[in-house]
């Protein structure tokens, strides 16, 4: 939308060699104050997106280093908005609920007692942005993310990315071991009505009624997401967790809303989703079916020129 050079990108790994060329790009480790000082006056940044987090597997693995990026972290970009009057968009999750929440349509405003590290900083994120918001005047907004399907990366550590994960193992080995049950809803959405929604949010412009919002597209289970992977894959097969033996991610995603209520969403920015189960199911799989044929084709050269 603003052109690439106008777009400061940050990790605290080298990106690709592709992606470095496309645009500015520099090292930021969000526990180091100074650092992010200098990028946000070298490059006259005005508006700040911070995805820095640990997920919430693995935060609940590693619970200090989790409190530590995920709340000292963002209370350094929250402060550096505040001094450098920055707009600040970060998001939550549907893990800042907890299991006391009402499960169903699960509005913004309602009891959030999370149990896991990772649902803990955030709710603790969109309590202090809020602060920020209303005691500084800090433009601080934050959407409340379902489970993200993406066929373009891998699982990165939450529990709804048995939703992602499945895709894989569907094409690649026509199974999938399942570590949570087959009634286990949950509420996702495709990457790019993430994307969307995120920068309506963001770019909206004046201060929006509330700082939280719910966004959201669709919920499913793992055995209706199989059903539907079988109308393209007829021979997929699916397994279960023994019930008297749960993996531990089970009890996550059971303290997390089955569905969401984005209604103020839709009314306040304008938020509407694209992509239901049946269209997020046939591009998941085009993609990854892709992907696997492009390997293919790499390695199949690659044994010609050896053979050669």
Same mark, same amino acid.
């Given at each position: 939308?603003?052109?690439?050079?106008?777009? *400061?990108?940050?990790?605290?790994?080298?990106?690709?060699?592709?992606?470095?060329?496309?645009?500015?790009?520099?090292?930021?480790?969000?526990?180091?104050?100074?650092?992010?000082?200098?990028?946000?006056?070298?490059?006259?940044?005005?508006? *700040? *997106?911070?995805?820095?987090?640990?997920?919430?597997?693995?935060?609940?693995?590693?619970?200090?280093?989790?409190?530590?990026?995920?709340?000292?972290?963002?209370?350094?970009?929250?402060?550096?908005?505040?001094?450098?009057?920055?707009?600040? =968009?970060?998001?939550?999750?549907?893990?800042?609920?907890?299991?006391?929440?009402?499960?169903?349509?699960?509005?913004?405003?309602?009891?959030?007692?999370?149990?896991?590290?990772?649902?803990?900083?955030?709710?603790?994120?969109?309590?202090?942005?809020?602060? =920020?918001?209303?005691?500084?005047?800090?433009?601080?907004?934050?959407?409340?993310?379902?489970?993200?399907?993406?066929?373009?990366?891998?699982?990165?550590?939450?529990?709804?990315?048995?939703?992602? &994960?499945?895709?894989?193992?569907?094409?690649?080995?026509?199974?999938?071991?399942?570590?949570?049950?087959? &009634?286990?809803?949950?509420?996702?959405?495709?990457? #790019? &009505?993430?994307?969307?929604?995120?920068?309506?949010?963001?770019? =909206?412009?004046?201060?929006?009624?509330? #700082?939280?919002?719910?966004?959201?597209?669709?919920?499913?289970?793992?055995?209706?997401?199989?059903?539907?992977?079988?109308?393209?894959?007829?021979?997929?097969?699916?397994?279960?967790?023994?019930?008297?033996?749960?993996?531990?991610?089970?009890?996550?995603?059971?303290?997390?809303?089955?569905?969401?209520?984005?209604?103020?969403?839709?009314?306040?920015?304008?938020?509407?989703?694209?992509? &239901?189960?049946?269209?997020? *199911?046939?591009?998941?799989?085009?993609?990854?079916?892709?992907?696997?044929?492009?390997?293919?084709?790499?390695?199949?050269?690659?044994?010609?020129?050896?053979?050669?």
């Amino acid at each position: 939308m603003y052109g690439n050079e106008n777009v *400061v990108a940050s990790d605290i790994r080298k990106a690709p060699e592709d992606f470095m060329a496309s645009g500015p790009f520099v090292y930021a480790d969000v526990m180091n104050y100074a650092l992010l000082e200098r990028i946000v006056v070298d490059w006259r940044i005005d508006w *700040v *997106v911070h995805y820095s987090a640990l997920l919430s597997a693995v935060a609940e693995k590693n619970p200090a280093l989790a409190l530590s990026v995920n709340m000292t972290g963002f209370q350094n970009v929250l402060e550096l908005a505040k001094i450098h009057r920055l707009r600040m =968009y970060s998001p939550s999750t549907i893990g800042a609920f907890g299991p006391s929440t009402p499960k169903d349509n699960t509005p913004d405003m309602t009891i959030m007692r999370p149990n896991t590290i990772y649902g803990i900083t955030k709710l603790h994120n969109e309590l202090l942005g809020e602060y =920020y918001r209303e005691k500084f005047g800090v433009d601080f907004r934050s959407a409340r993310y379902p489970g993200i399907l993406s066929a373009d990366t891998p699982p990165g550590g939450g529990t709804t990315d048995y939703a992602v &994960d499945i895709f894989h193992h569907a094409i690649r080995n026509g199974h999938y071991d399942c570590f949570l049950s087959k &009634d286990t809803r949950l509420p996702m959405m495709y990457l #790019s &009505d993430c994307i969307k929604g995120t920068v309506d949010h963001l770019t =909206y412009p004046t201060p929006l009624p509330q #700082s939280v919002y719910n966004i959201a597209a669709v919920s499913f289970t793992p055995e209706e997401l199989a059903i539907e992977i079988r109308k393209h894959l007829p021979n997929f097969t699916i397994s279960y967790p023994d019930a008297a033996r749960p993996d531990f991610r089970q009890a996550i995603a059971d303290s997390w809303p089955a569905s969401l209520d984005d209604s103020m969403a839709r009314r306040d920015f304008g938020w509407k989703e694209e992509f &239901d189960l049946q269209k997020m *199911v046939k591009l998941m799989l085009d993609k990854i079916q892709a992907q696997v044929d492009a390997e293919k084709k790499s390695v199949g050269s690659t044994t010609a020129e050896m053979a050669a």
